[in-house]
């Protein structure tokens, strides 16, 4: 089993930042793609980003695009979501997975999740 717990989020207004983090329980991430899912009230869960194994790899939801960035630290068991001129759209929870193997960028194949971190930008 693995433990993943969010942290970083908050209330910010449109145009500000925030940096979410998600640290593991377990070093085994390091050997898996990681990604970062959202879901607004009375939404479907959606795709934000996603991350390979190495690092070498990474895709983004297109509304997300040229504003968010997603990281990762294999040794401290970290990955980040840099998250910059933020809009009211962007307001969800955000939970981080691990997938089930290096490259993973649809939600089927991620199978631990965090509790999630709450979002919320004001216009």
């Known amino acids: 089993q693995v433990q993943l717990v969010e942290s970083g989020g908050g209330l910010v207004q449109a145009g500000g930042s925030l940096r979410l983090s998600c640290a593991a329980s377990r070093r085994a991430i390091s050997w898996y793609s990681m990604g970062w899912f959202r879901q607004a009230p009375g939404k479907e869960r959606e795709f934000v980003a996603a991350?390979?194994?190495?690092?070498?790899?990474?895709a983004y939801a297109d509304s997300v695009k040229g504003r968010f960035t997603i990281s990762r630290d294999n040794p401290q068991n970290t990955v980040y979501l840099q998250m910059n001129s933020l809009k009211p759209e962007d307001t969800a929870v955000y939970s981080c997975?691990?997938?089930?193997?290096?490259?993973?960028?649809?939600?089927?194949?991620?199978?631990?999740w965090g509790q999630g971190t709450q979002v919320t930008v004001s216009s």
């Open positions: 991350i390979s194994q190495s690092g070498s790899s990474t």
């Open positions: 997975a691990v997938g089930s193997t290096a490259w993973n960028i649809h939600e089927y194949e991620y199978h631990y």
